[in-house]
Nanobody, 125 residues
Framework: QVQLLESGGGSVQSGGSLRLSCVAS????????MAWFRQAPGMEREGVAS???????SYADPVKGRFTISQDNAKNTLYLQMNSLKPEDTAIYYC???????????????????WGQGTQVTVSS
């Protein structure tokens, strides 16, 4: 049974940093087929950052230069380092995984089969 467990969310002031973690279990960890999404109140879910084959990554325009996706294969963990946080980054952040082992980066949520329960990030001005 595939499980994705996020942690690391919290409340921070504008300009601050947080690092989200997503521990994967129940399947072979494939960070190149994983991504981070977020959903703000009243808004549609949006892709934030994606891993991909050969170290390729993809970031949504609003987070480019501020967020970094990475992984620790030994710990089966995907990370999202978030710097220079803004109030508009406030959302529930989700970790997601595709049921593939070889992927190009993608921020299309429809391609992802497995989802975590989410972790809340709140940025105050």
């Amino acid at each position: 049974q595939v499980q994705l467990l996020e942690s690391g969310g919290g409340s921070v002031q504008s300009g601050g940093s947080l690092r989200l973690s997503c521990v994967a279990s129940g399947y072979k960890f494939t960070p190149n087929c994983m991504a981070w999404f977020r959903q703000a109140p009243g808004m549609e879910r949006e892709g934030v950052a994606s891993g991909g084959i050969a170290g390729r990554t993809s970031y949504a325009d609003p987070v480019k230069g501020r967020f970094t996706i990475s992984q620790d294969n030994a710990k089966n963990t995907l990370y999202l380092q978030m710097n220079s946080l803004k109030p508009e980054d406030t959302a529930i952040y989700y970790c997601a995984a595709r049921s593939l082992s070889w992927c190009f980066p993608s921020l299309d949520g429809a391609l992802f089969r497995f989802w975590g329960q989410g972790t809340q990030v709140t940025v105050s001005s």
